[in-house]
């Protein structure tokens, strides 16, 4: 898919399609700015009152018009229409062109701007529906392969918001190769989507970007004394790795964002084994790992002006002869120690090393992104992250973030009414809380870890892939994160 700019009149752009948004009076909002012979056309069939009045809903139009097509794209009352409205509208528009076969679609900008729609939103939204509705995993098909979706996208506009065009076009498609990058490590299987793999992944996509990478191996890892983390890997034959990527393109004295995701490549539960039926999706339980990385593929992109730094601890979670037990007692890096009650709260127990071992980067803000807890599932379900945080402004600031990227998070409580659930008659804590507010008291066990810095935890257990027919990563929350990025390089 490629996009170009087009700030010449409507009509003199050669293109095989053209989107038309038509409003809650079934008028075509650019009209005036299309011939006369396409508009009567348009205009006769919107009388048949084929196009329902639904917004989103599309109807294509073939024939006695310029294009060989014009797709009507149903958007209501236009000042009225909400970011959320206008991306499924992209969506069902999307899933019209991938039916047909074109190579030149126009996109007037204007029809979709309003007061909650910027020319900029409007623009990266466009980019953003398009591309991630056209994504494609093709690479171990050998049969029946989909064929990418090969077209040319011309962003239509008056001259005066070319620039905010433009930077939106660039935002929307650094957030969409993050996205990307992000549902292609999260789909590939757990057999080739290793910790190693993604460490290679890492390194080449600092290489690309001219990032600082680090790999720590097994014997630096046991050297730092990551005791959780490594019982974690135990049960492994897959080397585990810890991953570092440092982007400092902000002032030199500025403190960094410190993105901590979550790297189980494969989570069978551990000696607490989980039930075999659809335990092929924890193929998924790397995806805060996933997300990090697509994140900083975003930030490479953009280049941003800030010191931010990607912390990635990654190994497997399986039962075996030398896997760490229900009842084992481990030391954390940070000195406390653990009862491993269970051995399928395995994040929890990788991320509190790397929480601590971000101290050394003297923070300004951690957060970290994990498929934490089916708990969170059963709270929030899957339509938003859940967030959690010692510092209620971090909080607020993701929420707000995730609001513009459409890419929601709700923040869960984490009061310490909640910590005695943690307790342990044997060590200084245990890692699970039983089952009331099991989301929750995984916060709570991170709390311990994050004291001497503002923090935020994101639960996407419910939000990072999806089940069933359309089982496939989502690619979230890159969205969300990356405009937290941007957000703070505007101020
Ligand atoms: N990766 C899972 C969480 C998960 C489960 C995410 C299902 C999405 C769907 C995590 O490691 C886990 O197994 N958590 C346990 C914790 C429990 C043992 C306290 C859970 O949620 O059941
Ligand atoms: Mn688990
Ligand atoms: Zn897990």
Redesign the pocket.
């Known amino acids: 898919m490629k996009f170009t700019i087009k700030t010449d009149l409507i009509t003199k752009i050669p293109a095989d399609i053209i989107t038309l948004a038509v409003n809650d009076k079934d008028q075509i909002l650019c009209g005036k700015q299309i011939d006369a012979l396409t508009l009567k056309h348009l205009n006769n069939i919107l009388k048949l009152g084929d196009l329902h009045e639904s917004t989103g809903s599309t109807l294509l139009v073939h024939g006695a018009t310029k294009y060989s097509r014009v797709i009507l794209l149903r958007i209501g009352a236009p000042t009225d229409l909400t970011p959320k409205e206008f991306f499924k509208a992209i969506v069902s528009a999307s899933n019209e062109l991938s039916k047909i076969n074109f190579t030149k679609i126009i996109f007037p900008i204007n029809q979709f701007v309003n007061k909650l729609i910027t020319e900029q939103a409007a623009t990266s939204y466009l980019v953003r529906a398009l591309v991630d509705q056209g994504y494609i995993i093709n690479s171990l098909k050998t049969q029946n392969k989909s064929k990418p979706a090969n077209f040319q996208v011309y962003l239509h506009t008056n001259k005066p918001a070319t620039k905010e065009i433009k930077q939106g076009l660039k935002n929307g498609q650094a957030i969409s190769r993050g996205v990307s990058i992000t549902k292609d490590l999260g789909n590939l299987p757990p057999n080739i989507c290793t910790p190693t793999y993604l460490a290679n992944s890492a390194k080449k996509l600092a290489r690309e970007y001219k990032m600082k990478v680090t790999v720590l191996e097994q014997k630096q890892i046991e050297k730092l004394k990551m005791g959780s983390f490594l019982s974690v890997a135990k049960g492994s034959r897959e080397a585990p790795k810890f991953i570092i990527i440092e982007h400092n393109k902000g002032p030199k004295n500025k403190k960094p964002i410190v993105l901590i995701g979550k790297g189980?490549t494969f989570?069978a539960?551990g000696i607490?084994i989980?039930p075999s039926t659809d335990m092929d999706?924890?193929k998924y339980?790397m995806g805060g790992a996933a997300t990090v990385l697509g994140v900083m593929k975003t930030v490479g992109e953009l280049n941003l002006p800030l010191n931010i730094i990607m912390v990635v601890p990654t190994c497997e979670?399986l039962p075996d002869g030398n896997a760490v037990k229900p009842g084992d007692i481990v030391t954390s890096m940070s000195g406390q120690t653990i009862e491993v009650l269970?051995t399928?709260?395995?994040?929890r127990l990788i991320l509190c090393d790397a929480l601590t071992y971000s101290e050394r980067f003297k923070p300004e803000v951690v957060i970290d992104v994990a498929?934490?807890?089916?708990?969170c599932?059963i709270a929030l379900g899957h339509h938003v992250s859940a967030v959690f945080t010692n510092y209620d402004p971090l909080a607020d600031e993701l929420k707000i973030a995730g609001e513009k990227a459409l890419d929601q998070v709700w923040q869960m409580p984490m009061w310490d009414e909640y910590q005695p659930q943690l307790n342990s008659n044997f060590a200084d804590m245990a890692n699970?809380g039983g089952r009331a507010g099991?989301s929750i008291t995984?916060a709570c066990f991170l709390s311990r870890f994050a004291k001497k810095y503002n923090w935020a935890h994101i639960d996407i257990?419910?939000t990072a892939w999806k089940s069933g027919k359309e089982k496939g990563s989502t690619g979230r929350p890159v969205s969300l994160l990356s405009q937290f990025l941007i957000s703070r390089t505007v101020k």
């Not at 399928?344 to 994040?347: F, I, K, L, P």
């Not at 498929?371 to 708990?375: I, K, M, P, S, V």
Request: proline share 0%; hydrophobic share 35%; net charge negative.
């Open positions: 189980i989570d539960g607490s989980k999706e924890m339980d979670n269970n399928d709260a395995e994040g498929t934490l807890t089916g708990a599932v699970i099991g995984a257990a419910g």
